[in-house]
């Protein structure tokens, strides 16, 4: 089946640490998104992907790097930068800019 | 100011009412989107709609485009309908405008 899977579903890290979060899709979709949601806000855009090799920083990038070597697969890594990093984080993909989003099951991170 | 507002914000309901969820935004659009997070945490795309009406099974979503508005309805609710259903509008050709979402608790 196609889909959108995440890992890992938790996540819990020490401050001043590094942690990565896998997006891998098999729905041949081009664009690919990276969300953080916080309690009682609306999903907030970290990075975008529209195309291997390319990506765009979103309102809340700061903190956070991606990359996108393969079209299949867009990892996030939260980086000791981000001052407050525990939260729900959502990967996302869609055939064409604007078009239906197709969400993973998500990543919770706790920073301890 | 947010872009996209949803009421209400929490909703109860007793199991087989007929349920309302609205949506209005403030910026033009070429389509909005209706999502559904279950408990979980997972999101899935109920609605993908430009124009008047669809309806898949037991829901239906409305977009009235010159009043910028757009309404999610369950019929027959059940508490398996229970999740946050969100409004989005896309913009700037490949982000969205997110909604805070409304709470949906039916009971049986």
Request: proline share 5%.
């Amino acid at each position: 089946d196609g889909g959108i899977t995440q890992s890992p579903k938790y996540l819990f890290r020490k401050e001043g640490q590094n942690v990565t979060l896998s997006c891998e899709q098999n729905l041949n979709h081009d664009a690919m998104y990276w969300y953080r949601q916080d309690p009682g806000q609306g999903l907030r855009l970290i990075y975008y992907s529209q195309i291997v090799n390319d990506f765009q920083k979103g309102d809340i990038a700061e903190g956070y790097s991606v990359s996108r070597e393969k079209k299949e697969s867009f990892p996030l890594t939260v980086t000791s930068a981000q001052k407050n990093p525990t939260a729900f984080y959502l990967c996302a993909s869609s055939r064409r800019p604007s078009g239906e989003l197709f969400f993973g099951e998500g990543s919770r991170l706790t920073v301890l | 100011k947010n872009e996209v507002e949803q009421s209400p914000q929490n909703l109860t309901a007793q199991e087989g009412e007929f349920i309302t969820i609205n949506c209005s935004y403030s910026v033009g659009i070429s389509a909005l989107h209706w999502l559904q997070q279950h408990p979980g945490g997972g999101i899935v795309s109920l609605f993908m709609l430009s124009s008047g009406k669809k309806k898949h099974g037991r829901l239906i979503a409305t977009i009235n485009i010159q009043e910028k508005h757009s309404s999610l309805h369950i019929t027959a609710s059940h508490p398996r309908d229970s999740a946050v259903y969100i409004c989005a509008v896309p913009y700037t050709g490949n982000q969205f405008y997110f909604g805070t979402g409304t709470s949906l608790t039916v009971i049986p």
